[in-house]
C-alpha cells in the first residue's frame, strides 16, 4: 500500500492510497472475534475521505472543457471536507472558488478553506436543503450571478461515486486480498463487511459496488446515519428528528449520489452524538488515531450492528473482515467544545495524582 519512492508532481498525487489498519485492541475491547479494521482517510493529503471526489471532479470537468482557467469560479455547497478538497485542487490549478458552509461546521474548516485562498459564505444550519438562505441554494444563487461560476455538485455529480468506486474500494479489497490469513491474524481473504456513514452518500455507494460487483458479492454494507437525519432505510428508523452535533453526515433529503437499489447497501444503523463521542474516544485512545466526529458514528453503528442478528455472528467468527471507513481527523474539531470537554474532561488517574503529588 505504501506510496512508491519517487517524486509526486503535486499534492493531489497524494490525494487516497490511505491504510487500512487492524484496530485489534478495540475489537478486544469489545470482545470480537471477527477482524475489525479501519481505513484511514485522515491520511489523505488534505485530511478527508472527499479528497478523492474534489480531484475527480474537477479533473473530469477540465477534461469535458467545463473548468477554464482565468475564466471558471467553483462554487461549491459544502459541510467542509469537498470544499478543502476542492480548494487545494484550485489553489494548484488557479481557479478561484467559493464555498457555502453552514453555520454547524468547524472554524478549523473555515480556517482550511481560507488558507488555500477560498471565499467562504456562511449560512444558517437550520435552513432546510431546497430554501434560498441554505448552503445549497445561496451557491446557486451565486453560480447564477458570478461570470464563469460553476457548481461541480457533489450531490448530483456521478464522479463522486466513481471517484469511491474505482480508488476508495479497490485500495480495501486489494489490502486484505494481500494480506495472508495468520495464525494471530486468521482472514477470509474478503471483505466481509463493509461499515460507513453517508453524507452524499457518495462514498457508501461507490465503495459497495466496488465490493460487490467486482470482489464478494455477499458482503454485507451498513450505512449508518444520524438520529435527526432521513438517510437511513426503512424509512420508520427516521421517526425521531432533531438537530445533531457530528458534522459531515446525515442530511434533509436524500441525495442523488446515494444509492437505494435493492441489494447495495443492506442495513442502516441510527446513531447518536452520545454513542459517536464514545466511539471516538475509545479509538483514538485504545487505538492512538487522531480521528474526527463522523469516524466515531461509523464505529458506534459497526458495534450496535455487530452486537445483533447476523452481525453477531460475524463478530463471534474468527478471520471475518470488518472494515470501517474513518472520513477525516481531529485536524477539523480540535477547538470544538466536544472534541476539547471528550479529550481534557478530568479523569482521576493514578499517574495524575503521583505527578499532582511531586
Ligand atoms: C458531504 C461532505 N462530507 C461528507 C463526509 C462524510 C460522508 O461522506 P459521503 O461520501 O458524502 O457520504 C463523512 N464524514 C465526514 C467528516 C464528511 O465530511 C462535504 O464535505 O461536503
Known amino acids: 500500500m505504501s506510496r512508491p519512492a519517487v517524486v509526486l508532481d503535486t499534492v493531489l498525487d497524494a490525494v487516497g492510497n490511505t491504510p487500512l489498519i487492524r484496530l485489534d485492541r478495540l475489537a478486544a475491547k469489545h470482545g470480537l472475534k471477527c477482524n475489525l479494521l479501519g481505513k484511514l482517510e485522515y491520511m489523505s493529503a488534505g485530511g478527508s475521505v472527499k479528497d478523492r471526489i474534489a480531484k ?16 471558471s469560479v467553483v462554487i461549491e455547497p459544502t459541510s467542509g471536507n469537498t470544499g478543502i478538497g476542492l480548494a487545494m485542487a484550485c489553489a494548484i490549478k488557479g481557479y478561484t472558488v467559493i ?3 453552514p453555520q454547524k ?36 444563487r451565486l453560480q447564477r450571478e458570478i461570470p464563469g461560476g460553476i457548481i461541480l455538485d457533489q450531490y448530483r455529480n456521478i ?10 474500494g479497490p485500495e480495501i479489497i486489494e489490502a486484505v486480498k494481500n494480506t495472508p490469513s495468520t495464525a494471530q491474524h486468521p482472514s477470509s481473504g474478503k471483505v466481509d463487511v463493509f461499515v460507513a456513514g453517508a453524507g452524499t452518500g457518495g462514498t457508501i455507494s461507490g465503495v459497495a459496488k466496488a465490493i460487490k ?12 446515519d444520524p438520529v435527526g437525519s432521513v438517510l437511513a432505510l426503512p424509512e420508520t428508523l427516521n421517526a425521531a428528528t432533531g438537530s445533531y452535533i457530528i458534522e459531515g453526515i ?7 449520489v446515494l444509492s437505494r437499489e435493492e441489494g447495495l447497501i443492506d442495513s442502516w444503523v441510527k446513531t447518536s452524538d452520545a454513542e459517536a463521542f464514545a466511539a471516538i474516544k475509545e479509538l483514538i485512545r485504545s487505538e492512538g488515531m487522531l480521528v474526527g466526529g ?10 450496535a450492528w455487530l452486537r445483533t442478528g447476523e452481525g453477531k455472528k460475524i463478530a463471534e467468527t474468527e478471520g471475518k473482515n470488518v472494515v470501517v ?3 477525516d481527523g481531529i485536524r477539523n474539531y480540535i477547538g470544538k467544545d466536544w472534541f476539547l470537554k471528550m479529550a481534557l474532561e478530568a479523569e482521576p488517574s493514578p499517574l495524575a495524582q503521583t505527578i499532582a503529588g511531586i
Not at 159 to 168: M, V
Open 56 to 71: 475527480r471532479m474537477v479533473e473530469v470537468a477540465e477534461k469535458e472543457g467545463k473548468l477554464i482557467p482565468g475564466h
Open 99 to 101: 464555498i457555502t458552509l
Open 105 to 140: 461546521m468547524s472554524l478549523e474548516k473555515e480556517a482550511a478553506l481560507r488558507a488555500l485562498g477560498a471565499e467562504v459564505v456562511r449560512t444558517p444550519t437550520e435552513a432546510a436543503w431546497d430554501s434560498p438562505e441554505s448552503n445549497i441554494g445561496v451557491a446557486a
Open 159 to 168: 464522479n463522486n461515486p466513481l471517484a469511491h468506486e474505482l480508488t476508495t
Open 213 to 224: 460487483k467486482t470482489h464478494n458479492p455477499d458482503c454485507v454494507v451498513v450505512g449508518t
Open 250 to 256: 446525515g442530511y434533509d433529503f436524500v441525495p442523488d
Open 294 to 303: 463522523s469516524c466515531g458514528s461509523a464505529l458506534a453503528g459497526a458495534f
Open 325 to 327: 471507513l474513518l472520513p
